[in-house]
């Protein structure tokens, strides 16, 4: 299958910090991007959808201001929490749409820990 | 929310018996997908089943689909420890473009 990179794996900030997650697909193009979070124990939740070139499309209940999406070419987009709090702290993972039925390939996850 | 529902939860079998989990769902779909999950990784594809498939294999893997009853199982086949993972149903509705809805997923622990 096609390959997704997410960076950084793991990354620990103070309160009040903005991180930036990046998510790249390596061996083909993207058009379009997906962000989720993952609480412990938890299924996956759809954060926004990415789409090059446009504004990102937020689910409900995501607030567009603090987690901004920029997908500013067919192989990279990033995810910024904008000054993060403890309860930001999840594992955020990306995918990739790009197979011929549609399917998605998702990267290896971005665990945040908020202090 | 969530469109896929799991079952069970959790499931724990020895290595080499067979491991089922179900998924249901609500609405129209495209397609269905499962995914694997080893702890505090990503999600790995395993199969995507079109809605006019009824069935399909990838090794020890066999996935069903019934859009009748709007539900699919997943069927693990001779087990092995590296198994241990939770698996996700995800599901792409005709009404929502390309997102993807998952499932609360079932944990599965294979012991040795």
């Known amino acids: 299958g096609a390959v997704v990179s997410q960076h950084p794996s793991r990354v620990i900030c103070k309160s009040g910090t903005s991180v930036k997650i990046e998510c790249r697909s390596l061996d083909f193009q993207a058009t379009t991007m997906f962000w989720y979070r993952q609480f412990p124990k938890q299924s996956l939740m759809l954060m926004a959808t990415?789409?090059?070139?446009?504004?990102?499309?937020?689910e409900q209940g995501v607030e567009k201001d603090k987690f901004l999406i920029n997908h500013a070419s067919l192989t990279l987009s990033t995810l910024t929490v904008t000054s993060a709090h403890p309860e930001d702290s999840s594992f955020y993972i990306c995918?990739?749409?790009?197979?011929?039925?549609?399917?998605?390939?998702f990267g290896p996850g971005t665990r945040l820990t908020v202090l | 929310s969530q469109q896929g529902e799991e079952d069970p939860q959790a499931l724990s079998i020895q290595e080499g018996e067979n491991a089922t989990m179900n998924c249901s769902y609500k609405?129209?779909?495209?397609?269905l997908q499962w995914y694997r999950q080893n702890s505090g990784r990503g999600l790995v594809h395993l199969i995507l089943i079109r809605s006019n498939e009824r069935e399909k294999h990838s090794g020890r893997l066999r996935v069903t689909l019934d859009t009748s009853k709007k539900s699919s199982s997943l069927l693990i086949t001779a087990s092995r420890a590296a198994d241990t993972a939770s698996y996700f149903c995800a599901t792409d509705a005709k009404a929502a473009g390309n997102k993807l809805t998952f499932g609360g997923g079932t944990r599965v622990l294979v012991k040795p």
């Open positions: 609405t129209s779909i495209n397609n």
């Open positions: 995918s990739a749409s790009g197979g011929p039925l549609g399917e998605q390939f």
């Open positions: 990415s789409n090059e070139g446009s504004k990102a499309t937020y």
